[in-house]
């Protein structure tokens, strides 16, 4: 699926701009995600990354031979599946050792204890970044043995995504759609099983996780 | 806890982080394939700046460590 766009928004340098431009970005990204959404209604998908942009019809169907085994094994690959997204945060006080875990005290000068207490504290969130990650992780482990592919995401922005804590988990999930119930309903499981994790489900989305194009730097 | 299932309008962050792939990362820039020809890189700084509050916090208190890598 093609669509015209005008270079006066596309072109390199005017796209630079506007991929600055939040509204701008939101607008079109939510284009593209329609656009994808109605196609995938007439049948399975493979989703272009955004602002892929061609200069002609000639270039496009090049591209179309050029990647056809790709794009073939792709297809079979997400065929009768779904991607669905979970994210997990972590309030760190949770994961804090308990006070009477209690490290060093004491230290000879006020200065001393200070730092003795400043050291302290650097252990204890290291030592919580090390419990919250490895709870990601197990739940990343129960929810991957349900899904034919995974992808990672980095943590999202905390300002741009509005949370506070941290995000501990930001996977996507292809998974079997005969396998759709039993995924969410793990997710809801572990969400209950871990009470000091918040788990967020998103989904259905188009494979969009799944679908790009094997990295070749030198393209001929 | 879990909540939120299927949102009618997708969150924009997580749209970004599949349509973009690369994701929305604070520091980060992204790469994308423009044509053919060649790639723009663009900065995501600005598009980041014009949505921070004034209040800098350290990014470091609301930076996650890194998830678990995909398998």
Redesign the interface.
């Known amino acids: 699926m093609v669509g015209s766009v005008p270079l006066a928004d596309f072109g390199e340098e005017p796209l630079r701009a506007h991929l600055e431009d939040l509204p701008w970005l939101e607008r079109a990204a939510r284009a593209h995600h329609r656009v994808i959404g109605r196609a995938a209604g007439y049948g399975q998908v493979i989703p272009l990354r955004f602002a892929t942009i061609y200069h002609d019809d000639g270039r496009v169907r090049t591209m179309l031979q050029e990647r056809r085994d790709d794009l073939t094994a792709t297809l079979a690959r997400v065929a009768g599946r779904t991607e669905w997204g979970v994210k997990a945060y972590v309030d760190p006080r949770a994961f804090l050792p308990d006070p009477g875990e209690e490290g060093p005290s004491g230290g000879d000068t006020p200065g001393t204890a200070y730092l003795l207490r400043r050291r302290a504290q650097r252990d204890d969130k290291e030592t919580a970044h090390l419990r919250a990650t490895e709870r990601a992780e197990e739940i990343h482990t129960a929810l991957t043995a349900l899904a034919a592919a995974t992808a990672a995401h980095p943590p999202q922005d905390a300002r741009l995504a509005a949370y506070e804590g941290w995000m501990v988990l930001n996977n996507s999930y292809l998974v079997p759609d005969d396998r759709t119930e039993e995924f969410t309903a793990s997710v809801t499981g572990l969400g209950e099983r871990y009470p000091d994790v918040d788990l967020e489900l998103s989904g259905p989305w188009p494979p969009y996780s799944f679908t790009a194009p094997p990295e070749r730097e030198e393209a001929p | 806890?879990?909540?939120?299932?299927?949102?009618r309008e997708?969150?924009?962050?997580?749209?970004?982080?599949?349509?973009?792939?690369g994701?929305?990362?604070?520091a980060?820039e992204i790469t994308?394939?423009?044509?053919?020809?060649?790639l723009?890189r663009?900065?995501?700084r600005?598009?980041?700046a014009?949505?921070?509050?004034e209040d800098m916090e350290d990014a470091d208190e609301?930076?996650?460590?890194?998830?678990?890598?995909?398998?």
Do not use: K, Q
């Open positions: 806890m879990t909540h939120a299932i299927e949102r997708v969150a924009l962050v997580d749209l970004l982080d599949r349509v973009l792939a994701g929305v990362v604070i980060g994308l394939s423009i044509a053919d020809i060649d723009v663009i900065s995501l600005a598009l980041i014009s949505v921070r509050t609301h930076r996650a460590p890194p998830g678990p890598p995909p398998s």
